[in-house]
């Protein structure tokens, strides 16, 4: 594709429900972020692949949340037992090099946890 | 850990003025310092990027300082215009050094009044 997708745009869950987040990097992109926003801060980082490999995974804030790119191309991000603090902009960021320059951000799931 | 502080938060200006926005960083480490543009509803897009062996860049209407022994960049936009409009964020990390971790600052919001 053009861009970096990500679906679904938007995600409505109730509190202890499980929610799973899907990336489409940009075809042959290496690197692939994610990253936590929330509302009126910059994105916090959660964790990092290089091609299959999850190089870093110290920002995820608990162990609810797993992440995964099994064929180094779509990345999906799970968060187990929503609970209301999880509630931000997810967002996916792509780039050409194993690094974290040059990043291409998708738009994001803004997630609501009720 | 790395920390990075932005200001302002807010910012308006004439269009045709100049605008400047300024961040510190706190690991003297740092060798990569994007700038981002965000606006409404839409991921961070990269405007400028600069590594710490240059002390300037410029793209045209904007461009990006580094200064190594005092820990700060600035983001310097001239000729603004409204499309100019956007939440602007600053980043630091230690590039190709094992953790790609981006390190962004809280946003600055910048108004271009026609």
């Known amino acids: 594709g053009a861009g970096v997708s990500q679906s679904p745009r938007y995600k409505v869950a109730k509190r202890g429900q499980d929610v799973a987040l899907r990336c489409d990097p940009i075809s042959g992109h290496v690197s692939l972020f994610w990253y936590q926003q929330a509302l009126g801060q910059g994105p916090e980082f959660l964790t990092y692949f290089q091609n299959e490999a999850q190089l870093d995974k110290s920002g995820l804030p608990s162990d609810r949340f797993f992440a995964e790119r099994p064929e180094g191309s779509v990345s999906t991000l799970k968060i187990q037992r929503t609970q209301q603090e999880d509630s931000a902009v997810y967002l996916c960021?792509?780039?050409?090099?194993?690094?974290?320059?040059?990043?291409?951000f998708g738009s994001g799931t803004q997630l609501s946890v009720l | 850990g790395e920390n990075v502080e932005q200001h302002p938060s807010t910012l308006s200006v004439q269009e045709g003025d100049s605008a400047v926005i300024k961040c510190t960083y706190s690991?003297?480490?740092?060798?990569?310092f994007p700038w981002y543009k965000q606006e409404l509803g839409k991921g961070p897009q990269l405007i400028i990027d600069?590594?710490?062996?240059?002390g300037e860049k410029k793209d045209q209407r904007i461009a990006v300082t580094l200064n190594k022994t005092a820990k700060h960049f600035s983001l310097h936009i001239t000729e603004t215009q409204p499309e100019d409009s956007a939440v602007y964020f600053c980043a630091a990390s230690v590039s190709g050094g094992g953790s790609e971790k981006l390190v962004f600052g809280k946003g600055t919001k910048l108004t271009v009044n026609p």
């Open positions: 600069i590594r710490s062996n240059v």
């Open positions: 960021a792509s780039s050409s090099r194993a690094s974290n320059e040059k990043l291409f």
């Open positions: 690991d003297s480490a740092s060798n990569y």
